[in-house]
């Protein structure tokens, strides 16, 4: 497995949930990562992304809430969400990016190369 997502599930509105995502060391070294959602009836859309040199990169409708961040020790990438909505129920997938140059964080879905399995995250009301 190349990349291994964990850590959807059930919160509250205005709750707090954290996604993890650890990739195999032949992928790491050279990805920007990525997390993208898919909610039913809607297109895949990227919601934040980090460069091989932490340079983040946000959706507008996540800003100030979501955080991207990566771990070089671990080989994971991790999504801290807070302030969590209802309209941010999905299914969430990692992904890497491993032609992405050291600051660049690619922003279009197309260019990721690698996807992990989904991961449901449900906000109730």
């Known amino acids: 497995v190349q990349l291994q997502a964990s850590g959807g599930g059930l919160a509250q509105t205005g709750g707090s949930l954290t996604l993890s995502c650890a990739a195999s060391?032949?992928?790491?070294?050279?990805?920007?990562m990525a997390w993208l959602r898919q909610a039913p009836g809607k297109e895949r859309e990227l919601v934040a992304a980090?460069?091989?040199?932490?340079?983040?990169y946000y959706e507008d409708s996540v800003k100030g809430r979501f955080t991207i961040s990566r771990d070089n020790a671990k080989r994971t990438v991790y999504l801290q969400m807070n302030s969590l909505k209802p309209e941010d129920t999905a299914v969430y997938y990692c992904?890497?990016?491993?032609?992405?140059?050291?600051?660049?964080?690619?922003?279009?879905?197309?260019?990721?190369?690698?996807w992990g399995q989904g991961t449901q995250v449900t906000v109730s009301s």
């Open positions: 060391g032949r992928i790491w070294s050279r990805a920007a």
């Open positions: 980090i460069s091989r040199g932490n340079v983040a």
């Open positions: 992904a890497a990016d491993v032609n992405a140059i050291y600051s660049h964080t690619p922003q279009n879905p197309d260019s990721y190369d690698y």
